[in-house]
């Protein structure tokens, strides 16, 4: 995906859960965890998420408000931790290159988790295991990567999808800010065919009968909630969370919500 799942641990998260409530709210934004060595919340009273907006399902802006699957996550953590949820726009280069870390506690942008990120950041517990697709127009002649190797395919930049079609020979890959743009490229016949995460292209496409996944990639993708390196607590804080909403069945009931039955 955007290079983006996951399973969890809780017991002593709930009591870090508890630990860094008694700190957000009894302290100003520059007091520190004995942790983490650096304060939290960043803003004081907020847990601040970047977030790559738009991003659908995951994250979109609807009757102006910032909805989806990630922004439920982020509402739950932000809950655990006793403070509001303030939500900021950040470009996915920005996240992945781990620069979130100095306006936001936290990143969930449907990242996937890989080798290269986590040396500029560390990741929660998978919640979500996100494959690549191939999508085309019916008629396209496209029917797998080796029959898209000269046509227009469009990926979303700094992704698992652009880094895996240029990795399999795609010639003519043409490269998007957001899935948004990405989707509205092949809706608009600017590109013969997009490549993508499952989740986020398929739910694009799900209402349009004219196009249609053409191929399926097995690649172990998994998203995972970002943290800045060092932020133990923060880190259990956020695997709390995740742990509670898997036990508790909400994980399953969110993902109905934003992707449908499976």
């Given amino acids: 995906m955007r290079s983006p799942k996951k399973k969890f641990a809780a017991a002593i998260a709930l009591s870090s859960v508890a630990l860094l409530a008694m700190t957000a709210c009894g302290s100003d934004s520059s007091s520190e965890s004995s942790a983490d060595g ?33 922004m439920d996550v982020a509402a739950e953590i932000a809950k655990d931790a006793k403070l509001d949820l303030n939500v900021i726009d950040a470009s996915f280069d920005s996240i992945e290159s781990g620069l979130f870390s ?4 936290i990143a969930i942008s449907s990242i ?16 979500m295991d996100d494959d690549l697709v191939l999508i085309a127009k019916n008629g396209s002649g496209i029917t797998d990567l080796a029959s898209a190797t000269d046509k227009k395919v469009g990926v979303q930049q700094a992704t698992t999808g652009e880094k895996y079609g240029k990795e399999k020979g795609l010639k003519n890959i043409v490269g998007y800010e957001d899935a948004g743009l990405q989707t ?3 809706l608009a016949g600017q590109v013969d065919a997009v490549l993508g995460n499952q989740s986020v292209l398929g739910y694009a496409v799900k209402d349009k009968a004219d196009y249609k996944a053409v191929a399926n990639f097995k690649t172990g993708e998994q998203l995972g909630v970002a943290v800045p390196k060092d932020k133990a607590d923060t880190l259990k ?21 934003w992707f449908g039955e499976k």
């Avoid at 804080?237 to 919500?257: C, I, Q």
């Fill in 184 to 186: 509205q490229a092949l």
């Fill in 237 to 257: 804080l956020v695997n709390g969370t995740l742990k509670r909403l898997t036990d508790a069945g909400t994980m399953k009931e969110l993902t109905v919500k």
């Fill in 112 to 127: 996937s988790i890989t080798d290269a990120r986590k040396a500029k950041m560390d990741f929660s517990t998978p919640y």
């Fill in 38 to 70: 650096a304060s939290f919340p960043l803003n004081q009273g907020k847990l601040t998420v970047c977030s790559d907006i738009p991003y659908e399902p995951f994250e979109f802006v609807k009757d102006g408000k910032n909805v989806g699957f990630d």
């Fill in 102 to 105: 100095t306006q936001c506690d």
